[in-house]
């Protein structure tokens, strides 16, 4: 069983396409994250729910939406896509107050954008 | 808000030898440092962590120091091995309003063990 598992592993589109990227956790985990690793590696944080609530967002454009449908679900949807979109996108959960409090990541979406 | 620096950028050693990667950070209520290990093509995951009340934690060859004074934090491999070639990131994360929960992470130390 995956505990955070992302759906596509690998998006290739077009300038202008409208996507999705779906992320779910099976850990019972009340956060959950999308971070956005560039082509130096940096892991840069986006957005960050809390049982279905937005608790962060970063400065990112608003072609990007997050949407959590309920505590296990995080999904980001990009419109218009752009060059400078492509990087691997990595959703990842928590579980705050308990003893280990470190993210478990997903296995990332490569978005590469043509 | 929160901001890390990393270093090395890189960092090459022989078998057997010690690593040592550095970061500092400069919100002085962050008070959770995880360090995170990435092979290629694959998920951050994490390897060991240290919270603002302990000074050092061990885990069989990887250690973690903190200095909370000094707001840096160190990550040490001993007698490493080739399968300890990855990217290491440290990060940091508080409890305040400002960064609760929120992991900041450092740019990242590309590790390669020479055998």
């Known amino acids: 069983d995956t505990a955070v598992s992302q759906t596509p592993k690998y998006l290739v589109t077009q300038m202008g396409n409208d996507k999705s990227i779906k992320c779910e956790q099976n850990?019972?985990?009340?956060?959950m994250y999308w971070y956005k690793q560039d082509s130096k590696k940096f892991l840069k944080i986006m957005f960050s729910?809390?049982?279905?609530?937005?608790?962060i967002n970063e400065t990112v454009p608003n072609r990007f939406s997050p949407k959590s449908p309920d505590k296990a679900h995080l999904n980001l949807h990009i419109n218009s896509l752009e060059l400078g979109d492509s990087a691997v996108y990595f959703c990842?959960?928590?579980?705050?107050?308990?003893?280990?409090?470190?993210?478990?990541f997903g296995s990332g979406t490569r978005l590469t954008v043509v | 808000g929160e901001n890390v620096e990393q270093h090395p950028s890189t960092l090459s050693v022989q078998e057997g030898d010690s690593a040592v990667i550095k970061c500092t950070y400069s919100?002085?209520?962050?008070?959770?440092f995880p360090w995170y290990k990435q092979e290629l093509g694959k998920r951050p995951q994490l390897i060991i962590d240290?919270?603002?009340?302990?000074g050092e934690k061990k885990d069989q060859r990887i250690a973690v120091t903190l200095n909370k004074t000094a707001k840096h934090f160190s990550l040490h491999i001993t007698e490493t091995q080739p399968e300890d070639s990855a990217v290491y990131f440290c990060?940091?994360?508080?409890?305040?309003?400002?960064?609760?929960?929120?992991?900041?992470f450092g740019q990242g130390t590309t590790l390669q063990v020479k055998p």
């Open positions: 990060a940091a994360s508080g409890e305040d309003s400002s960064n609760t929960g929120k992991l900041i």
């Open positions: 850990l019972g985990h009340d956060t």
């Open positions: 240290i919270r603002s009340n302990v």
């Open positions: 919100d002085s209520a962050s008070n959770y």
């Open positions: 990842a959960s928590s579980q705050e107050g308990s003893p280990n409090y470190g993210y478990t």
């Open positions: 729910y809390n049982n279905k609530e937005l608790i």
